[in-house]
């Protein structure tokens, strides 16, 4: 029957922000989500080599302190990698102690096809977690492609997001041939696919879309439940047209999201308190979308 549904206890008026973006890096057991060769690689690419891979218990310090909330995933990788991924039920139960500040996603691989969809609906019903992330570069598989549709639908049902990799990765960068990674897949336009085929399916454009940050924007401006988290970046490189839809047309679909451990909320809050978005709208980026999105605001 697995462990009892796991129930937010967010006190949205206490917190600051809630970072949509977090990794869950290394099991209880010490095992990294990646290999050595791509962990490196990520290191590398975000100048983070040799940072410490937090425990979730450290990870829901961390942003206690702050008084922020984190969404918490891993990524199931293992058809194309050949790398066992950290258990979601695992990352579930960690998260189901912290309450207060960690909201647990899942990650499923495309690959298993009507099988992930029955992981899916087992893992909101038992285990109450509240979206599903996909990385297509890491998953090897294009957004759009039918094997995916069985979770989807499964996702769509549940009424719960699905987060989606978008453009150039750190994973691999620097490795011959990539790492075996391949960019073509985190295409935004394949994630507009999976937009029309499923138009109750709330969907996360995750980073800014590089080299396809237009393609982004237009996805997320023309479907209704497309939103656009700003994960992965410094705020001080973000291209001048995502900053300008962030503050207009997107306001109410940008969404706060870090990338840590690799980058910390600190160092991301600090220099996007430069970037030119009007007060306003910052509590939704920072805080209010999200809580919408994750069905804790309604109005």
């Not at 909330?69 to 979601?88: C, K, L, W």
């Not at 998953?139 to 995916?148: G, S």
């Amino acid at each position: 029957m697995g462990v009892p549904v796991y129930e937010l206890a967010l006190d949205l008026d206490r917190l600051t922000a809630i970072d949509m973006h977090t990794h869950a890096e290394v099991s209880k057991d010490g095992r990294a989500a990646l290999s050595p060769e791509l962990l490196g690689a990520s290191e590398k690419y975000f100048k983070a080599h040799g940072h410490r891979q937090p425990t979730i218990d450290e990870m829901a310090h961390h942003y206690r302190e702050r008084h922020m909330a984190a969404v918490v995933f891993t990524v199931d990788a293992e058809h194309a990698t050949g790398h066992p991924r950290i258990s979601n039920e695992e990352i579930a139960e960690n998260c189901a102690a912290h309450p207060d500040v960690l909201i647990p996603f899942a990650s499923v691989d495309p690959h298993k096809g009507r099988a992930g969809g029955r992981e899916a609906r087992r893992l909101v019903e038992e285990y109450g977690v509240r979206g599903f992330k996909f990385h297509p570069s890491i998953q090897a598989f294009a957004p759009n492609d039918r094997l995916a549709y069985p979770l989807y639908e499964a996702i769509e049902e549940a009424g719960v997001p699905a987060l989606f990799h978008s453009g150039q990765t750190g994973i691999g960068a620097g490795v011959p041939g990539g790492g075996g990674i391949r960019l073509k897949y985190s295409d935004p336009m394949l994630v507009d696919d999976v937009a029309v085929d499923f138009p109750e399916l709330r969907i996360i454009l995750a980073h800014p879309s590089f080299p396809w940050q237009d393609e982004a924007l237009a996805v997320a401006t023309h479907k209704p439940h497309v939103h656009i988290d700003l994960s992965g970046w410094s705020p001080k490189y973000f291209p001048p047209q995502l900053v300008r839809y962030a503050d207009t047309l997107l306001k109410d679909k940008v969404l706060f999201g870090s990338d840590y451990p690799v980058i910390t909320p600190d160092h991301w809050l600090a220099d996007f308190g430069a970037l030119d978005i009007r007060p306003e709208v910052r509590p939704k980026i920072l805080k209010e979308n999200a809580a919408r999105l994750l069905g804790l605001l309604t109005d």
